[in-house]
């Protein structure tokens, strides 16, 4: 009989950390990490300079929550905001702009909605999401999940930025373990955005192809003229 595989809350965190870095790597065109070594804490805080907090339901319970310091968020929020063309004097300066936790917010959202979409994908169990409040304090809070936990646990993660800024994401959830009763096969979640871009790179290659065989034609027509024919 084969060993049933066990996932753990740890392995869920580590998927959550690459939904971090994938959705912010690809925002904001830089490499963004997250460290090896995982900390155990005993309660979740929003804490200066931007704090965002998420609560998701439905599979398992927990709540995460991302702490940016002031560097961080306005190196994040810059990348990304230039990664997307905006010009210099449309970017805000200071994280205290609107600005800065609104696009914080947004990649927030992206971020939850890439980890509920694996969590769908590899664990075979639906969670929901609330939308990401964001924003900017001066003092520390601690916020908890309203609900009741049997055994609650909290890992803190720190993430480094391609400047060597630091943010860090707290995630409070039960424990809990899934247990693969069989193999099965996971299917990758279809990207729309891939979907448009595949589907220009094929037309760009017809056109490419369609006019070197004008050219070639017209290469061919030019050189029976040659010849009177």
Request: some cysteine.
């Amino acid at each position: 009989m084969s060993k049933s595989k066990i996932i753990s809350t740890d392995d869920i965190l580590a998927t959550l950390c690459h939904s971090v870095t994938g959705v912010l790597t690809s925002a904001s065109g830089n490499s963004i990490s997250y460290s090896a070594m995982v900390q155990k804490i005993t309660r979740t805080c929003m804490r200066p300079d931007i704090g965002c907090f998420v609560l998701f339901d439905g599979g398992f319970t927990g709540l995460v929550v991302t702490n940016f310091t002031s560097q961080a968020a306005m190196e994040i929020y810059g990348d990304y905001m230039r990664n997307m063309g905006m010009p210099e004097e449309e970017i805000a300066h200071s994280h205290l702009s609107d600005d800065v936790s609104n696009v914080l917010g947004e990649l927030m959202n992206q971020i939850v909605g890439d980890f509920t979409s694996k969590v769908r994908e590899q664990l075979h169990t639906s969670i929901t999401q609330n939308q990401p409040k964001m924003m900017a304090i001066n003092k520390q809070v601690q916020i908890s999940v309203d609900t009741t936990m049997d055994r609650p646990q909290a890992r803190r993660v720190t993430f480094t930025t391609s400047k060597q800024n630091i943010f860090y994401l707290e995630l409070a959830m039960d424990k809990t373990e899934f247990i693969k009763l069989h193999d099965f096969d996971i299917v990758d979640a279809i990207d729309p955005d891939d979907i448009i871009e595949n589907e220009a790179k094929q037309k760009a290659e017809k056109a490419k192809a369609k006019s070197k065989e004008a050219e070639q034609d017209d290469a061919d027509d030019d050189f029976m003229a040659g010849l009177g024919l």
